[in-house]
């Protein structure tokens, strides 16, 4: 069976599906590995270290893709999928992220072109999957780079330091939204020698925040049953999100820089500081929204861009695990890896759907929309 | 006796000499302070911030100038010094920055103006002006920010993590030169977790090194007398140069992120890295060279531009100090407060040549150029 790693077709992605330890792994166990040349390049992997796992190196997209069973990617959707789509070929399985609650209608263009795709962001958040999850790796990768991020902007040091030229106060960081990526940027801010404190809408949150060595901020205000059974922060009620905002503000006018996580799957991200709250903060502090994709955390954020608003810093940056192209592409690729050991054998996939995995992830199947989750959001019987 | 803060000349500058703290101590000290308009804004100071410090504000450099015995400014050399001595009248005190080892000659022109300069660099490397030394101020900042750009730029992180999707190799990282900034370099790379390595030609480093949780690297190579009276790094000859290069391949071909430190006071940076080492470096290393400058420690180095080399980034930052504006200002704030403590009156400036401190750093006194260094340099009797 022949399993193919293209060059990612998405503008400034910088990550490769599979690194060459993955694709060791990968033949090892009987696997083909096709990589189209250059793949691994910006990540730091020269087609000689493919060739040298075991990897076959093909010319070109369309060699690589050709008579491959299972197709790899990180970008599956917008304009890399319509790039993509006319090369592949009936029959062929697609395995990549592809933001499938936000534009459901990857599905049915996939089971129109009669292709099996396998959509990473659907992995099930039980513990045998966790070796898998994608979103997992890549918003462990984001956490820590927010805080870089903010430190490079801040017009502060990040420790307390004791010099001959006086003692110069630690920042103070502030995080909102404690999941993986939320987590990370508190342990990341504690490790630069921040005062750090953090917030989550999920009383369950207090205890990680405890254990990264970051102070839980206490709002005082009645709340809702805030956690989905999968584990996610649930949409709150706009009266909860008013009070919440009202009691943030005084919080966030201590800060030096914020850090912002709250990320709903498929949905636009909740506005967590408003231009009022933006306007009571320090002038020369940075706020990181790490939800610029989805819309954004702050009010005045823009994706992709660095603004200010009265002297406050708003970054919003755009797909942050591909400026740290190596480690992330080792983590995807090894999430990948996991997947494949789950489903692939020499002669071909084996298509499950008892088990929870293949069944929450798969989004087409032989010429179906065979994902509950996706059919209920495209009005399919 | 009135002390004139003025809006920094030179462009990109951000931080400003005095920060309000230092105001409230020098006018409770019976001196008067008049601050230029928007001297504090980039460095998070408002006029009004000032003003309850005990400053006075004034509109424009002109009125700042005009009767003050002593005008405080961070960059008193090149463009910035052209544009700021007509401004100034005979018999008054400028405090700065002046670059005065690399560029004597602006000690005459200020004797020829009747300007009285001290030149903040040449703050003697003794206890007691420890706490007026912008030198290890400047130093301290461009350590830790080193650090931070080079994780920035870095396709992995830094700290070793272990992870659902695997084990994630900490960052490997080199410091070259560890005085000042290369031992801050040092801590904040710990910080982060990356494995951290310093090398220094004096022997003396080692025990500093392993001080700040670094290890020392051994080149093996014999060395020459390495360090001067004043503790600075000595000039060394082409040889060991030449040899200690040749050991240094082998070292830096492993590392991830290469911060180097080494400058020689008023004089070009030595190469540490030549072409022929950074060709033996990793793809997708970076190096942070601290000394662009002034030359740089890199043969690639372009002084204010990040450039590539068989995929090694080669960052080459200016004015580092002026990215952290708000802690940079109060060190540099506090170090010149504690220097005007030591000589100023409110009857007017004290100027004891008895006193090390304010005979070294007094390049300009009454129309002579009265500092013994600069004499030397200048070819003068």
């Keep these: 069976m022949k399993i193919a790693v293209i060059k990612e077709i998405q503008p400034g992605e910088t990550r490769v599906a599979l690194i060459p330890a993955n694709v060791s792994k990968l033949t090892k166990g009987n696997l083909s590995v096709t990589v189209e040349t250059g793949a691994g390049i910006l990540a730091g992997f020269n087609d000689s270290d493919y060739e040298a796992a075991g990897a076959t190196i093909a010319a070109d997209l369309k060699t690589a893709i050709d008579g491959a069973e299972v197709v790899l990617s990180l970008t599956g959707h917008g304009d890399a999928l319509i790039q993509l789509l006319p090369k592949m070929t009936k029959g062929q399985t697609f395995i990549s992220m592809m933001d499938p609650l936000a534009s459901p209608a990857v599905a049915e263009i996939l089971a129109e072109h009669g292709i099996n795709g396998i959509a990473l962001e659907l992995v099930p958040r039980i513990t045998r999957a966790q070796s898998m999850d994608v979103l997992s790796s890549n918003a462990t990768i984001a956490g820590y780079k927010a805080v870089l991020m903010g430190a490079a902007s801040a017009p502060q040091l990040f420790p307390m330091m004791m010099t001959a030229a006086g003692t110069l106060k630690p920042a103070r960081v502030f995080i909102m939204g404690v999941g993986v990526a939320g987590l990370q940027a508190c342990a990341t801010a504690k490790r630069l020698g921040g005062v750090v404190e953090a917030y989550d809408i999920r009383p369950a949150a207090r205890e990680q925040i405890l254990s990264v060595g970051a102070r839980p901020v206490e709002l ?9 059974k999968g584990g996610y922060a649930k949409e709150q009620s706009a009266d909860f999100i008013a009070r919440q905002q009202e ?3 005084d919080v966030l006018a201590q800060q030096d820089v914020v850090i912002t996580t709250a990320a709903i799957p498929g949905r636009k991200a909740p506005v967590l500081i408003t231009e009022a709250q933006l306007n009571k903060m320090k002038p020369g502090s940075i706020i990181v929204d790490l939800a610029a994709e989805t819309g954004g955390n702050c009010a005045m954020t823009v994706a992709g861009e660095t603004v200010s608003h009265h002297g406050v810093t708003i970054i919003g940056p ?8 190596n480690h992330a592409s080792q983590m995807f690729g090894t999430n990948l890896t996991n997947l494949l050991t789950l489903m692939a054998t020499p002669e071909g996939l084996n298509w499950d759907f008892e088990d929870e995995i293949i069944r929450d992830t798969c989004v087409s199947y032989q010429g179906e929309v065979v994902n509950a989750r996706l059919r209920e959001l495209l009005d399919l019987p």
Tied chains: 1, 2.
């Excluded at 005082?220 to 989905?228: G, S, W």
């Design 247 to 249: 009691a943030m503000a």
């Design 318 to 325: 755009k797909n942050v695990p591909a400026s740290v192209p």
């Design 220 to 228: 005082n205000i009645e709340a809702e049953n805030t956690e989905t």
